[in-house]
Each structure stands twice: as structure tokens, then as C-alpha cells.
């Protein structure tokens, strides 16, 4: 069960970042990134769907991608709490995704070398998708960091907001000891390099974390989660079983 | 004289490789080189057919165009979903990228084992061939292409994505 497990963390973290950057879905400040935003939250649903779809194959009790995804309650979901932090403002969205896309994209191109075949399948479309929402995050991150007084802000805001939680990215979570996936501790001088080097052009730093904040693989989450969840999971919960 | 069964695969491979993408009609599904490969296996047509792209919306419909198409032609037909190796744009065959370009469509540029993590690739306009264009928003009407303007003769265009 522990691969189970393993892919439960990975594709919570995938629809629960996909489900937070769907919400900007109409409401961003142009139209480029009221498009850019759902085609995001697309690439992070769709690999959501294919981890889904494998734990249930691999869990063999019956459940469907649907039953993982919307009658799991906030204490059984185990994504990493980086992604749930609510959207605020754009910043702090593309912070995020540039925080998570940094660390997902050398993940998938070390899985792409996974023994397992359906996970080198999987990690061989989302490494690429990665490279973009890196590039695009990356690059709203310099243009706002080393933007107006009130850009530059925001964006300073946004690293003292969600910087402390990313240090939950490299723990193993439930992988422990699974050869079949990537050591997430191992990746963590490639993510802060990817990180210097957009801070350095968007004149922004690294702040140091003494105590970095953990606990999302344990069901242990921050009260945003619970409500967003009730908002993604209320259609399927009042129709049971409806399918498109 | 070729064998029945090898005759039939050839067949339905016709029959399923004229379906057109339903978001980029100009260009069918073998252009694209979404579908991999049709076989018959104990009588049933199977298609293998991969994505484009892990959370495109299009999927199901080129799954079911493709099912129906080989109904059509008098197969039973069953869809085999393929993850590995993953699409890349560098499966486009040449008569694909040609139809993308006279459709307005800017082709992939280049090979996807180029590609950096930042900076720009330049964009040939379909309409008037300059390279004087400039990226508009990394994200067009569908997941797979960017949107573009060329700055010679002024029109916008889509660009499908090297990925």
C-alpha cells in the first residue's frame, strides 16, 4: 500500500493546486492570464487524474479517480500545504506556482526514469507542462519583484506568506523507501537554484526558515483547505455517483 | 497476395486516420501523430491513442471519433490509451505542419530536445513568412498552441507549442 499512499500525496497536491488556480478562472487582471490560469490548472488536473486513476488500479479495492478526488475528506487529503494556501492576490499565485513548478520539474524528469512504466508515462507529459509553468510563473515573478514600489510589495509579501512552507516539498511524505519514486530531499539544490536565479533578476531573496511549516502529508492542514475542498467536492457530494 | 488480417489493419488504419482533431480541424489525428497505431486483435480494431497533452479537454472526443470512424467502417473497436512514450510535437509528420501553416497556424518551431527553460524561440508568421513576431501570451484558444502577432504585416496568429 505504500505506492497507494506515495500517489495519493502527488496527485492531492496536483487538484488541489489545479482546483486553487481554477478559481481565478474569469477574475484575473488580463485577458492572457484568464487563459494562462485554467490551461495551468488543465495540466495539474490532467496529471491529477492519471495519479488518481493509477492509486485506485494500485489500492485494487474498487474506487474510482472520482472517489479519491471528492469523498476524501481535509484529513485524508495529503497534499503539501505550499498548495493550498489561498490565492490572495496574483503574487502570491504565481509565487506559488513558481515554488511548486521548481520543484515538480526536475521530480518528473527523475521519474521519467522510474522503474515503474506507468509513472515514467505520467512524468514524461508533466515534466514538459512543468517547464512552462516554471517559465511563465518565473517570469511574472522578475516582472512584479522588479516592477513598480507597489508590485515589488506584493511580491515581497507573497515570500513572507508561502516561503515557509516549502520546505515540506522535499520530505519523503509516504515514499518512504519506493524505489519507484523520486528522492524528493535530493532535488532541493536544483528548486534553489531555479529559485536564485529568478530572485536574483527580480532583485528579491530567500529568506531564511528556521522552522519551516509541515504537516499536509499527515492530514494535518490549515483551515483554507476545508472550505475548498466544500466548494469542489458540493456537486459531486449532492449527486452521488453523477458522471459527465 | 496479402493476408486478410494484414489487409483489414491497413483498413482500419484508413478509417481511423482520416479523423479529424476536433480543436484543430485542418489537421487529422494521424497528422498529428496522436494515433499510434491500429491493429486487429482476435477481430476487434484496437487504436492505440495518446494525448497531446495530460489534462486536454479533447481527449474523450478524439477517443470517441476515433471508436466511431471504425464503427463506421465495419470494425468492433476498442481505444488503448498510451502514456509512454509521451506525444511530442516532433510526432507532427510534415503534411501536418503544412496544413497548420496554409490554416493560419503557426507550426512547431525546431526540435523539442532544444528547448530551454527560459528565452524565447522566434516564430515564422504563416501569413506573410517573416520572423518579426512577438509573443502576445504564452497561452492561446486551447492548451497546446500561444498566441502571436507578426509585426511585418500586423496580423495575430496561433502558434502550436514545441513541447
Known amino acids: ?160 506568506d508561502l516561503h515557509l512552507y516549502t520546505g515540506e516539498l522535499f520530505e519523503p511524505g509516504n515514499a518512504i523507501g519506493l524505489a519507484a519514486l523520486p528522492d524528493r530531499a535530493a532535488l532541493r539544490p536544483t528548486w534553489q537554484a531555479t529559485i536564485d536565479s529568478v530572485f536574483a533578476q527580480a532583485m528579491l531573496t530567500s529568506p531564511e526558515i528556521p522552522y519551516p511549516q509541515t504537516g499536509g502529508r499527515k492530514g494535518l492542514h490549515g483551515e483554507d483547505l476545508g472550505h475548498m475542498l466544500a466548494d469542489m467536492q458540493s456537486v459531486h457530494r449532492a449527486h452521488p455517483g453523477a458522471i459527465w | 497476395m496479402v493476408e486478410p488480417a494484414r489487409l483489414d489493419s491497413r483498413r482500419a488504419w484508413a478509417a481511423a486516420a482520416q479523423v479529424p482533431d476536433p480543436e484543430v480541424p485542418c489537421v487529422t489525428v494521424a497528422d498529428l501523430g496522436i494515433l499510434r497505431d491500429v491493429r486487429i486483435e482476435d477481430g476487434v480494431a484496437v487504436a492505440d491513442v495518446t494525448p497531446t497533452y495530460s489534462g486536454c479537454p479533447a481527449v474523450l472526443a478524439i477517443e470517441l471519433a476515433i471508436e466511431t470512424a471504425l464503427l463506421e467502417a465495419g470494425f468492433q473497436a476498442r481505444i488503448n490509451r498510451v502514456m509512454q512514450p509521451a506525444w511530442t510535437t516532433d510526432w507532427i509528420t510534415q503534411a501536418g505542419r503544412e496544413k497548420l501553416r496554409a490554416y493560419g497556424i503557426a507550426p512547431p518551431e525546431g526540435s523539442t530536445s532544444k528547448l530551454a527553460l527560459f528565452g524565447e524561440t522566434t516564430v515564422t508568421c504563416p501569413r506573410c513568412g517573416s520572423r518579426d513576431t512577438e509573443k502576445l501570451s504564452e497561452f492561446g484558444s486551447t492548451a497546446c498552441k500561444a498566441h502571436y502577432r507578426c509585426t511585418t504585416c500586423a496580423e495575430p496568429f496561433d502558434y502550436f507549442k514545441c513541447i
Open chain 1, 1 to 160: 500500500m505504500a505506492l497507494f499512499e506515495a500517489l495519493l500525496d502527488l496527485a492531492d497536491d496536483h487538484l488541489v493546486l489545479g482546483h486553487r488556480l481554477s478559481e481565478w478562472c474569469g477574475h484575473a487582471p488580463m485577458l492572457e492570464e484568464d487563459l494562462a490560469m485554467p490551461n495551468m490548472a488543465l495540466d495539474l488536473i490532467g496529471t491529477a487524474r492519471s495519479l488518481y486513476e493509477y492509486a485506485a488500479h494500485v489500492e485494487g479495492q474498487g474506487r474510482s479517480e472520482d472517489d479519491l478526488a471528492y469523498l476524501r475528506g481535509e484529513r485524508d487529503y495529503r497534499n503539501c500545504l505550499l498548495v493550498e494556501r489561498p490565492n490572495r492576490d496574483f503574487a502570491q499565485t504565481m509565487l506559488r506556482q513558481l515554488y511548486f513548478a521548481a520543484f515538480m520539474h526536475p521530480y518528473w524528469a527523475a521519474a521519467a526514469n522510474s522503474p515503474d512504466e506507468t509513472i515514467q508515462g505520467i512524468a514524461g507529459k508533466a515534466v514538459k507542462e512543468m517547464a512552462y509553468h516554471i517559465r511563465h510563473a518565473g517570469e511574472w515573478v522578475v516582472r512584479l519583484g522588479d516592477g513598480t514600489e507597489e508590485s515589488a510589495r506584493r511580491m515581497a509579501d507573497a515570500i513572507e
